[in-house]
């Protein structure tokens, strides 16, 4: 098991493994302010193939002299192309598709769209819930100077 591919996107770390069985697995790392980090995989609304199949805190544990899941901040999570209808090198006389390490990228890409959309909502609802507890001080505070201003009159 090796890292075919580390990158960036939507604001996340994403990687690329290869398996065990000779395919691709996804991975994007979550931060502490995300939501979702700590979470069981299967507590994670998000749609990717397979479903999630993986999530575990960073570590500096090395398998065939990679580190594969670093920062022990992170909580990585992830998915895996070995499920009925994906092509195995244990079995590759029952078919199935064979997915390409561009393939699993863009999977991969198109988790981390969906975990970043996920840790924006979280960041808007707070920023809004301020916001509003901002609103409602301002309209206790004006509504106080209007019945301060009544008694003048």
């Known amino acids: ?10 604001g996340l770390r994403c990687r690329v493994l290869d398996s065990p069985v000779s395919t691709y697995n996804g991975y994007v790392a979550l931060t502490k ?11 994670i609304n998000v ?7 993986f999530s575990e805190h960073g570590s500096e544990d090395e398998r065939d002299g990679e580190i594969l899941f670093p920062d022990k901040s992170l909580y990585w999570v992830g ?4 499920h009925s209808g994906d092509w195995m090198s244990y079995a590759p006389q029952r078919g199935g598709r064979k997915w390409s390490l561009e393939d699993v ?3 991969t890409e198109y988790l981390a769209k969906q975990l970043s959309d ?4 979280g960041y808007n609802k ?10 409602i001080s301002d309209r206790t505070r004006i509504n106080k100077e209007i019945r301060r201003l009544r008694k003048k009159i």
């Open 126 to 135: 707070e920023r809004i819930d301020e916001r509003l507890e901002e609103l």
């Open 33 to 43: 302010d995300h939501p979702d980090h700590g979470k069981n995989y299967d507590e």
């Open 79 to 82: 998915f895996d192309t070995a």
């Open 47 to 53: 749609n990717v193939h397979g479903g999630l199949t």
């Open 105 to 107: 990228s863009k999977e």
């Open 118 to 121: 996920i840790e924006n909502m």
């Open 1 to 10: 098991m090796g890292v075919r591919k580390d990158w960036i996107h939507a």
